[in-house]
């Protein structure tokens, strides 16, 4: 199994910064792309970044130039900066990632439990 566990969400004012982090930990033998999303209510959960294995990102047009994904492989951790933030951006912010639990297996989805950034006017 495999576990991913975010954190760093909260209560900011609009223009703060916030910092999310996700561990993976368990049974991986390659921690593939890694991404975030979000899902405000009554919203359908959307892509926020992607990063893969190389480094290559990916960003909704909505967050580009605000928020940068990184991630440290030897730690099996993903983070996203958010700076700039807007009321709209207010949402929970989900870890995704895509792992190969064995030599030659196909790939498997993870996903964390979410944590909430709400973003004040």
């Known amino acids: 199994q495999v576990q991913l566990v975010e954190s760093g969400g909260g209560l900011v004012q609009a223009g703060g910064s916030l910092r999310l982090s996700c561990a993976a930990s368990g049974s991986i033998f390659s921690l593939n792309t890694m991404g975030w999303y979000r899902q405000a209510p009554g919203k359908q959960r959307e892509l926020v970044a992607a990063i893969s294995s190389g480094g290559m990102t990916n960003y909704a047009d909505s967050v580009k130039g605000r928020f940068t994904i990184s991630r440290d492989n030897a730690k099996n951790t993903v983070y996203l900066q958010m700076n700039s933030l807007k009321p709209e951006d207010t949402a929970v912010y989900y870890c995704?990632?895509?792992?190969?639990?064995?030599?030659?297996?196909?790939?498997?989805?993870?996903w964390g439990q979410g944590t909430q950034v709400t973003v004040s006017s």
């Open positions: 995704k990632a895509d792992v190969q639990i064995r030599r030659f297996s196909r790939e498997y989805e993870y």
